[in-house]
């Protein structure tokens, strides 16, 4: 059964803090990992990584993945009370039928206390 | 641009009563078609995913059932809800071909069963 573990479940930091979310996997068929922001509603898409160590960059958020220890970090840096929400972490695989299907992680909460 | 709507955004419904939740695609042709359910504390949990046209694959056991009567049009059925069927039911979507594809997601619906 494919598998997504992210850690930590729960985080709180100041602003302007920095902050790593992480997430690892077992999962078959891999093709890709895929990082989401949930704050009141649908989950909105941030990154889509299929190679590893090559980092992808939006303003203050980075993500890499490593395909070899089966696992992919969040990094926030500057935070700031916006960026207070549940970042989910999707493994893609390739399912019957041609499909591609996401298993999610549970998440992980983080708080940005002013 | 491709556009993806689900409704109603929120219900309350009596155990036993029927359900239907819709979702349509637009600026796209042929897209996978997803249906996932975010219970508290939990992770996004596929519920159903589709290819094609009545083509309706189902991941969990359930009293749920999908249909896909149009190739841009995914709908959410029961015909007797039970109370653990409360909760966030999300629309998704993705193109049909890609070594890797990002999965976008509907508004969401809240459902909750008394």
Sequence with gaps: EDKVVQSPLSLVVHEGDTVTLNCSYEVTNFRSLLWYKQEKKAPTFLFMLT??????KSGRLSSIL????????????????????????????????????????????LSVIP | ?????QWPATLVQPVGS??????????????????????????????FYSVGIGQISSEVPQNLSASRPQDRQFILSSKKLLLSDSGFYLCA???????????YFGEGSWLTVV
């Design chain 1, 51 to 56: 190679s590893s160590g090559i980092e992808k």
């Design chain 1, 66 to 109: 490593d395909k070899k220890e089966l696992s992919s970090i969040l990094n926030i840096t500057a935070t700031q009370t916006g960026d207070s929400a549940i970042y989910l972490c999707a493994v893609g695989v390739l399912g019957g039928a041609g499909s591609y299907q996401l298993t999610f992680g549970k998440g992980t909460k």
């Design chain 2, 1 to 5: 641009s491709q556009t993806i709507h």
């Design chain 2, 18 to 47: 029927p359900l239907s939740l819709e979702c349509t695609v637009e600026g796209t042709s042929n897209p996978n078609l997803y249906w996932y359910r975010q219970a508290a504390g939990r992770g996004l949990q596929l519920l």
């Design chain 2, 93 to 103: 979507w993705s193109h049909r071909r890609g070594p890797g594809n990002t999965i």
